[in-house]
């Protein structure tokens, strides 16, 4: 009889804790996504970490109540839209990085080919000019 007690206290806490997180959605979405959107300003990605903060929500289940809730929706939301900000941030700066070390930097093969290819039309330019000059010179 106990066992079953048990089994129905649990059956009843996994209930209310559905409840909980299906009101919550129902809710607090719109607003979770609204905060999130003026954060980082991008519609899609604001609706993709709206989506992971009530994934997250889950995570939690056990230890929801209705009148906390509220709060726990908005620090998952606000940690995650920090770590989103961190990573774009990070990106921002290793792109910015390679894109002036790429810029830099050359591969020596490539060079080698582009001194040699300047080098043939300077040659062609030296001796197209050498022969306009003799044959000024042999007119005059």
Not at 85 to 95: A, G, L, N, P, V
């Given at each position: 009889?106990?066992?079953t007690e048990?089994?129905?206290?649990?059956?009843?806490?996994?209930?209310?804790?559905?409840?909980?997180?299906?009101?919550?959605?129902?809710?607090?979405?719109?607003?979770?996504?609204?905060?999130?959107?003026?954060?980082?300003?991008?519609?899609?990605?604001?609706?993709?970490?709206?989506?992971?903060?009530?994934?997250?929500?889950?995570?939690?289940?056990?230890?929801?109540?209705?009148?906390?809730?509220?709060?726990?929706?908005?620090?998952?939301?606000?940690?995650?839209?920090?770590?989103y900000?961190?990573?774009?941030?990070?990106?921002?700066?290793?792109?910015s990085?390679?894109?002036?070390?790429?810029?830099?930097?050359?591969?020596?093969?490539?060079?080698?080919?582009?001194?040699?290819?300047?080098?043939?039309?300077?040659?062609?330019?030296?001796?197209?000019?050498?022969?306009?000059?003799?044959?000024?010179?042999?007119?005059?």
């Open positions: 009889m106990i066992e048990k089994d129905s206290i649990m059956e009843t806490t996994i209930n209310s804790s559905d409840n909980i997180i299906t009101r919550s959605y129902e809710e607090y979405h719109q607003v979770i996504l609204n905060y999130i959107t003026y954060r980082i300003t991008h519609r899609y990605e604001a609706e993709d970490l709206t989506q992971d903060v009530f994934v997250r929500l889950l995570d939690y289940k056990q230890m929801l109540r209705p009148d906390t809730v509220k709060y726990f929706l908005f620090t998952i939301a606000r940690n995650i839209v920090t770590d900000i961190r990573r774009y941030y990070k990106k921002q700066e290793i792109d990085y390679l894109y002036d070390f790429t810029a830099t930097s050359t591969n020596e093969t490539e060079e080698n080919i582009i001194v040699s290819n300047l080098m043939e039309m300077e040659q062609m330019r030296i001796y197209s000019l050498i022969n306009n000059l003799l044959c000024l010179w042999k007119r005059n």
